[in-house]
């Protein structure tokens, strides 16, 4: 309690920081990939899947705690991540749309951690090597979320060009 007065207040403190990371890291690989070359987006994703693998404990932590805590406002902070994704694909700045918030949340942002998070149980579970697993998961993934229904979503901008 030296640092922070609550529990609450170390975890926000916590979710600042990685928010803060995720979008240094956008900036730094976003601004130069191009949405609709599926090579670049593929090493976008698989390089977004690294850096959530590499913070999987304060991922976890912030998952476990946003799913036992009763405030409501714990998730606030990642709408400036989605923020940074929409501006980085050329989109209008402006509030971000519903259809864009629940698709960047719950098909991107949340497949990504939890998969980074359950992965190596996962694995060793159903004895699927960890390389084979990742294979799928990232083919399936770009699959799914460059469907040009999903991208006019998220980006509508982007998938008219």
Excluded: W
């Excluded at 309690?1 to 990371?21: A, D, G, I, P, R």
């Excluded at 460059?146 to 991208?151: S, V």
């Amino acid at each position: 309690y030296y640092h922070f007065s609550t529990k609450q207040n170390m975890l926000n403190e916590m979710m600042n920081k990685l928010v803060m990371e995720i979008k240094t890291e956008l900036r730094a690989n976003m601004t130069r990939m191009d949405l609709n070359d599926p090579a670049q987006f593929r090493a976008h994703v698989q390089g977004m899947l690294n850096f959530y693998q590499q913070r999987q404990a304060l991922i976890r932590l912030i998952v476990l705690q946003s799913i036992d805590s009763a405030d409501a406002h714990s998730l606030a902070p990642l709408k400036e991540i989605f923020e940074v994704v929409i501006a980085l694909n050329n989109n209008q700045p402006g509030p971000l749309s519903e259809e864009q918030l629940v698709g960047l949340f719950f098909f991107n942002a949340l497949p990504m951690a939890m998969y980074s998070l359950l992965a190596d149980g996962f694995c060793a579970d159903f004895g699927i090597p960890p390389e084979r697993s990742q294979q799928i998961f990232m083919e399936t993934f770009v699959r799914v979320f460059a469907n040009e229904d999903t991208l006019k979503r998220s980006f509508p901008q982007s998938a008219e060009n």
